[in-house]
């Protein structure tokens, strides 16, 4: 499928978060030339470990980004710990976990992502036009007809393709005419950092040795759920600690807004392990982060728009797939404008692009939306299904390790390619003759009689 149409784009890119970063990575190997516009000057990101599994991995060594910035924690376990005990429950090896899917699962800090991602997409190593990042430029409205980006500083920008990575209160989204459906969720969550050398210090359980995602609780019917995934090569603690809404609604409170006291955390979990109950009493940076759970979208792109990440398909944190279908949804675009696929027909290919992501992110989103409320329903790998606590709603919806991970995107993208460009053959032509051609006999191909 190769083609000879293929020409350079002038790409804008809304939104420099990590699906922005991303795809400015994925279009620049692709040979475009790509404008980030960000409304923020990323002053005041608060920190939080963010987790790229196999799936995300793979596309940061396809594009040659430097993994080593991002100092992560590579996770060697899944432990499931006793709400009340602390005592595991299941453990899950992941020691064959680079063997069985060639790529390991990444535990990243946020910011050491987003500046690892940043530097690959602007800096001059690298193969590719290095992308330009605008800051404090936040967008208001584009003309779809002429595909006119106008910021709210006033400036304007004119572009062949425009992508909306502007997470999840996408302004873009609102311009595409998708009106969410969307309500708050029935649980809370507030995150808090510790530092685990102040952790160990006091004689606390040194969990940053596991080199583990572990979950107290979670089990089913109970929002009551304790994650901790170690970061910064082991030196930072990230807790997500989700309860009921009933005990504290922060649905509208944004993150990065102002923390929280440390009463807040605490209060919801009076019969949690003591071990762990101990590291959030020590908590830094403690922050709200507001769920609301999302119905899928019906359709993802229109013209020369489409949209990318949360701004396409937020979703509950509960699979730990937010960031990698953003990385997904990158190298989704980078493969369709490549100089294999793309034949210099952007409505073409953002079809495609609809047809290749929607299913898939919206599985995963519906996933994620079960599993707040039932660890089992976690993507299959993750829990022990010999356990008399072991219970889903239907376990031929249970995501499994295998779609996730040995996911061929490369054979997706080819098969969808070839079924819109199928069509358009057929569509153009009847029998071999093209449509709107006149017989002698007056018959005009493809009227109706
Ligand atoms: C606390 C927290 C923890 C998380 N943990 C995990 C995890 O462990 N694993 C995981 O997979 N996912 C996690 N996620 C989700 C994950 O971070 C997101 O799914 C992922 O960042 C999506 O990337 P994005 O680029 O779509 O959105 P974002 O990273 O949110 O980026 C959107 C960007 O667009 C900018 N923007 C917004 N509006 C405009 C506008 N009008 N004009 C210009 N720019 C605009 C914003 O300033 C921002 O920089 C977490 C999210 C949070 C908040």
């Not at 800096?123 to 800051?135: F, H, Q, R, S």
């Not at 101990?278 to 359709?299: N, S």
Request: with cysteine; hydrophobic share 35%.
């Amino acid at each position: 499928m190769n083609t000879s149409s293929w020409r350079r784009l002038n790409v804008a890119v809304i939104g420099g978060g990590i699906g922005g970063m991303s795809v400015a990575i994925a279009l620049r190997r692709a040979g475009h030339e790509v404008t980030i516009y960000e409304k923020s000057d990323f002053a005041g990101e608060v920190g939080a470990s963010v987790s790229c599994a196999a799936n995300g991995t793979r596309w940061l060594h396809e594009w040659g980004v430097d993994v080593a910035k991002g100092d992560p924690v590579v996770l060697k376990k899944l432990i499931n710990r006793d709400w009340k005990t602390g005592e595991p429950v299941s453990v899950y090896d992941l020691d064959d976990y680079e063997k069985r899917w060639g790529y390991v699962y990444n535990m990243f800090h946020r910011q050491y992502m987003h500046a690892m991602l940043k530097d690959s997409a602007l800096l001059d190593e690298g193969e590719g036009i290095p992308a330009k990042l605008l800051v404090n430029h936040k967008c208001r409205d584009i003309d779809m007809r002429t595909n006119t980006i106008t910021f709210e500083n006033g400036v304007t920008a004119q572009h062949d393709l425009i992508i909306g990575a502007d997470g999840i209160g996408s302004a873009v989204r609102g311009i595409l005419g998708i009106r969410p459906e969307k309500r708050p969720s029935d649980s809370s969550c507030l995150h808090t950092n510790v530092d685990a050398d102040e952790a160990a210090r006091l004689g606390l359980t040194n969990y940053s040795q596991d080199s583990a995602l572990e979950y107290w609780g979670g089990q089913e019917g109970k929002w009551d759920k304790i994650v901790l995934s170690p970061c910064n090569g082991g030196k930072l603690l990230s807790y997500y600690c989700f309860f009921p809404r009933e005990q504290g609604d922060f649905s509208t409170q944004a993150w990065g807004a102002e923390g929280r006291p440390v009463e807040d955390l605490l209060k919801p979990y009076p019969q949690l392990d003591r071990q762990v109950f101990k590291h959030l009493e020590i908590g830094k940076e403690i922050q709200p982060w507001r769920l609301w759970v999302h119905d899928p979208y019906p359709y993802i792109q229109k013209g020369k728009v489409c949209l990318l990440g949360d701004a396409g398909h937020p979703m509950m944190p509960h699979q730990s797939q937010g960031a990698c279908m953003a990385i997904e949804d990158a190298a989704a675009l980078g493969i369709l404008f490549n100089k294999k696929y793309f034949n210099g027909d952007v409505v073409e290919s953002l079809a495609v692009y609809e047809t290749v992501r929607l299913p898939r992110v919206t599985r995963v989103q519906a996933a994620a939306a079960k599993a707040a409320y039932n660890i089992n329903e976690r993507i299959g790998f993750s829990v022990n299904k010999d356990t008399p606590t072991y219970k889903v709603e239907d376990p031929k919806k249970v995501l499994t390790i295998e779609e996730m991970n040995a996911y061929d995107m490369y054979r997706d993208v080819e098969e969808k390619l070839a079924t819109v460009r199928g069509r358009k053959y057929e569509d153009k032509f009847i029998c071999g003759l093209p449509i709107g051609m006149e017989l002698p006999s007056g018959i005009i191909i493809g009227a109706s009689a």
